[in-house]
């Protein structure tokens, strides 16, 4: 079966998940991002799923509206267009910094000051990680 050449194509799953990355690290709702943009909240999901394409007008007002340049939304999307991102697990990186609990844990560990303390931290959950890999 040929992919729908009108479906989605893997930049605006890639540009739509990067707009979701950054309103959940500004932690803002979809309802919030579509009254700034002027759409509903359910049009903000289609944009983040990438089912619905973002036009140029819009993802400059969502650079604004987002607090970051228009080339963030494009970031790393070489990488995963190419095929490269398959290599080194940066696929499972992107999927857990998509995910709400990564965002969550990269926000907390990124106010975490003490080199320390961060090490530490780092340790714990890789003894976790391996612990579960036993079980």
């Known amino acids: 079966m040929k992919p729908n ?3 989605p194509s893997s930049a605006d799953v890639h540009v739509g998940s990067r707009v979701r990355l950054r309103r959940q690290l500004l932690k803002m709702s979809q309802e919030k991002l579509g009254e700034e943009l002027g759409v509903t909240f ?3 999901q289609k944009y983040e ?3 619905n394409r973002i036009g140029a007008g819009r993802l400059y007002k969502l650079s604004k509206v987002l607090d970051v340049p228009v080339s963030f939304f494009f970031e790393g999307l070489d990488n995963q267009v190419q095929g490269v991102a ?3 697990g940066s696929p499972l990186v992107y999927d857990f ?3 709400p609990d990564g965002v969550a ?3 907390a560990f990124s106010r975490i000051t003490d080199v320390k303390v961060r090490r530490k931290v780092l340790e714990l959950v890789r003894t976790l990680a391996d612990e579960q890999e036993d079980v």
């Open 86 to 88: 398959e290599t080194s």
């Open 105 to 107: 844990l990269a926000e």
């Open 42 to 44: 359910q049009q903000v």
């Open 5 to 7: 050449p009108r479906g």
């Open 97 to 99: 910094i998509q995910s």
């Open 49 to 51: 799923r990438g089912s």
